[in-house]
């Protein structure tokens, strides 16, 4: 069985719902809740955004073992230089380009 393909709306519905999101070992794609998958370059500026402050507010109902392991190809962490441990704990999220604004 195919597993669905959300959409952007879809997607963001549905963390909103508090389906539960898996992360995959790839920057641009993760599952939500056993039946589909979602690839983030679907998501507009402004989603993506809203998916920084779901991260930060911690209302993403992430899978409890493994959550995100590969962050989205658009999420950075604040503060971090590129050097591993840079970034202060715990970790605020922002948009991958804003990390040392």
Not at 2 to 18: P, Q, R, T, V
Not at 25 to 34: E, F, G, L, P, S
Not at 42 to 51: H, I, P, R, T, V
Not at 52 to 79: A, R, S
Request: charged share 25%; glycine share 10%.
């Amino acid at each position: 069985m195919a597993l669905h393909e959300y959409s952007a709306n879809e997607f963001m519905d549905g963390l909103k719902a508090g389906k539960m999101l898996t992360g995959t070992d790839k920057a641009y794609k993760a599952y939500i809740a056993d039946d589909g998958k979602f690839y983030y370059e679907n998501l507009s500026l402004e989603q993506q955004k809203e998916f920084v402050q779901m991260l930060n507010d911690k209302t993403i109902n992430l899978e409890p073992y493994f959550g995100l392991y590969v962050l989205p190809g658009f999420v950075g962490l604040k503060g971090y230089t590129g050097v591993s441990g840079s970034a202060p704990k715990p970790w605020v999220y922002c948009l991958r380009g804003d990390e040392l604004k």
